[in-house]
T-cell receptor
C-alpha cells in the first residue's frame, strides 16, 4: 500500500536536546511538507521541499531544520533553539511542484506527538 | 495573502441532526478548495474537494459547493453519525502565481456527535 509513515508516534525530549522526526513516503511524490499543529489552531507550515536536495522555509521555520537527500524521505529536526516544541507534527506530500498545473491535494501521515519534559 | 476562515467550534449535535460548518476564503487567484477531516490522534484525511466555481465536492454523505460569488465552501451533511466526530479543516490551494505548492488552512472546527 502506498502512503506516508511517520515515526515515532510519541516522542519525549528533555530541554536542550535535539530530536529528529522521521517521514517517509512511497507515493513517488515530488513535494513534501512539515506542519505543526497546536490545540485550537490550524496547521502551520514549517518547511517544504519540492525536489531532492532543495527545501524552503515555511511560516515558522525558526528552531527547526530539515534535509531532503532522498525523494522518499524528509526528516525534521527540532533543535534546542525551538522554545516551545511541544506539539503535534504532521508530514505531508503532493505530486505537484511549484509551477505545474493542477490542484495540490496533499496526503498526510499519521503524525508525531512531541512532548518536552 | 490567502486566508481561510471557518466557524469556530466546538459544534455539538445529536445523531441524525443536520450539519453545516461555514468556510469562507480570501485568495488572489482561482483557488482549489478542500475539506480535510482529522480523527482523534491521527493525521488529516482529504474528505472532499472542488477545483472550480460551482463544483460540488461530495464524499461519505458530506457535500460542499464552491461559491465564487460569496467566496464560500460550506460543509454540509444531512444526518450526522457518532462516527463523524472529528476536527474538520477547510483549506485552499491558490493555483496562480506559482503558489500552488501551498495549502492554507482554517483553524479547524471540532464536531462532537452524541448518540
Amino acid at each position: 500500500d502506498g502512503g506516508i509513515t511517520q515515526s515515532p508516534k510519541y516522542l519525549f525530549r528533555k530541554e536542550g536536546q535535539n530530536v529528529t522526526l522521521s517521514c517517509e513516503q512511497n507515493l513517488n511524490h515530488d513535494a513534501m511538507y512539515w506542519y505543526r499543529q497546536d490545540p485550537g489552531q490550524g496547521l502551520r507550515l514549517i518547511y517544504y521541499s519540492q525536489i531532492v536536495n532543495d527545501f524552503q522555509k515555511g511560516d515558522i521555520a525558526e528552531g527547526y531544520s530539515v534535509s531532503r537527500e532522498k525523494k522518499e524521505s524528509f526528516p525534521l529536526t527540532v533543535t534546542s533553539a525551538q522554545k516551545n516544541p511541544t506539539a503535534f507534527y504532521l508530514c505531508a506530500s503532493t505530486m505537484s511542484r511549484v509551477g505545474t498545473s493542477g490542484y495540490n491535494e496533499q496526503f498526510f501521515g499519521p503524525g508525531t506527538r512531541l512532548t518536552v519534559l | 495573502g490567502d486566508s481561510v476562515t471557518q466557524m469556530e467550534g466546538p459544534v455539538t449535535l445529536s445523531e441524525e441532526a443536520f450539519l453545516t460548518i461555514n468556510c469562507t476564503y480570501t485568495a488572489t487567484g482561482y483557488p482549489s478548495l478542500f475539506w480535510y477531516v482529522q480523527y482523534p490522534g491521527e493525521g488529516l484525511q482529504l474528505l472532499l474537494k472542488a477545483t472550480k466555481a460551482d463544483d460540488k465536492g461530495s464524499n461519505k454523505g458530506f457535500e460542499a459547493t464552491y461559491r465564487k460569488e460569496t467566496t464560500s465552501f460550506h460543509l454540509e451533511k444531512g444526518s450526522v453519525q457518532v462516527s463523524d466526530s472529528a476536527v474538520y479543516f477547510c483549506a485552499l490551494s491558490d493555483n496562480s502565481g506559482g503558489s500552488n505548492y501551498k495549502l492554507t488552512f482554517g483553524k479547524g472546527t471540532l464536531l462532537t456527535v452524541n448518540p
